[in-house]
């Protein structure tokens, strides 16, 4: 495919003798326009390569040109190369400050018209086949992005319905994807699930996530109690990172009305009681994964019963509040979940979405961290 050349000068005899100078040009189509009316207009019609812009002409100038173009998304990226009168040094840097690629003063000298604005225009065009490969990359990088991100939400069920509890789950990623994850079964007649978050976010956290999400099912079928979970997916965490990152994780079980619970490092789940009305807070916790393998991990236990509902979630939900409050944090999430437990059996979402609005920088703006919460609900 050729290059598409605008050369945009109101002086005729311009267009020609620069049209003449890059005849050497390999592969190249020119296109004039007489002012940046018509530049403008031609840029938005066609695919264009590269601009040969005059900075003073009628109706609108360079300048004018420049910002359009630069303010343009379709356009910001296309290199211009700007041209002025020799005493119009300030012009030109003008320009150059508005993202110019390169300049020249006129009037050239023959030499100079030979062999200077050919290289300028072919190091221009060098620049636009590199951005352009970028900018394909980059496309590319967002599908493969987009696919992996609906993968890795296709693994995160927001509901589950079990025989002996229900789970409710929400996951919004700060990027495409990010390192949360959560997961509940049910095998024979215990409950299991966990609540994780790896250190970093991106690609390699998903895939470290989409992985160990796989070992805590593994381990739900040979392991009974949650530390001997904690600690199995620490060693394959540090066989796999190499002690270079870490791994946050709350692991339950519920079994003939008792709850048993390991907590490394994730911030303190809640336990709604459903004869009391009350919330309890598990401020229990022992040391993140992937640091030390064959670390050993402290179990609790208390009793459960129906309607009661165990609240586990992710350090992006709460962060921008704990460096204030590290205990009035909790407290207050406990008292929103309070007046907003209704909405659960009514429509969960929007309990998920008040509660991430109030705690983490609510769902429909940038968040700084991957935030994901699960509810169990015993039955």
């Keep these: 495919m050729g ?7 109101d002086v005729a005899v311009n267009r020609a003798v620069m049209r003449v100078a890059l005849q050497t040009i390999e592969d190249a189509e020119f296109i004039d326009a007489v002012n940046g009316v018509q530049a403008l207009g031609i840029l938005d019609e066609q695919e264009i390569s590269l601009v040969i812009l005059d900075l003073m002409m009628p109706l609108k100038d360079g300048f004018e ?31 150059l400050e508005l993202g110019a690629h390169d ?50 939400q296709s693994l995160l069920s ?121 919330m309890q807070v598990l401020r229990e916790s022992s040391s993140t994964l992937g640091m030390v393998e064959d670390e050993k991990y402290s179990l609790h236990k208390m009793n459960i019963g129906i309607g009661d509902i165990i609240v586990t979630y992710t350090q992006g939900l709460i962060e921008d509040k704990v460096s204030f409050d590290s205990i009035g944090v909790y407290d207050d999430l406990a008292s929103c979940f309070l007046n907003q437990k209704h909405l659960i059996n009514e429509d969960c979402s929007d309990f998920f979405n008040i509660i991430f609005r109030l705690f983490g920088n609510g769902t429909n703006k940038a968040v700084s961290d991957d935030m994901a919460m699960m509810l169990i609900c015993v039955k």
């Design 3 to 9: 290059y598409k050349i605008l050369i945009v000068d």
């Design 65 to 95: 040109v420049l910002r359009e173009m630069k303010s343009t998304p379709t356009q910001w990226d296309i290199p211009v190369i700007v041209y002025s009168g020799n005493e119009d040094v300030e012009s030109v840097n003008e320009a």
């Design 103 to 152: 300049y020249f003063t006129k009037p050239l000298k023959p030499r100079e018209m030979k062999v200077i604005l050919p290289m300028k225009v072919k190091n221009a065009l060098k620049s636009y086949d590199q951005q352009k490969i970028i900018n394909d990359l980059n496309l590319k990088m967002q599908i493969d992005l987009l696919m992996a991100n609906i993968f890795q």
């Design 158 to 278: 927001e509901k589950q319905l079990m025989p002996s509890a229900v789970m409710y789950g929400k996951y919004i990623p700060s990027q495409d994807i990010g390192g949360d994850f959560y997961e509940c079964v049910q095998i024979e007649d215990t409950v299991w699930f966990i609540m994780a978050d790896v250190a970093e976010d991106g690609v390699a956290a998903a895939m470290l996530s989409s992985m160990l999400k796989m070992e805590f099912q593994h381990c739900t079928k040979l392991l009974d109690s949650p530390d001997k979970v904690l600690r199995f997916i620490n060693n394959t965490f540090c066989k796999i990172t190499q002690n270079s990152s870490s791994l946050t994780a709350f692991v339950g079980m519920i079994r003939d009305n008792i709850f048993w619970y390991s907590n490394a490092g994730q911030p303190y789940p809640l336990v709604f009681n459903a004869k009391q009305q009350k």
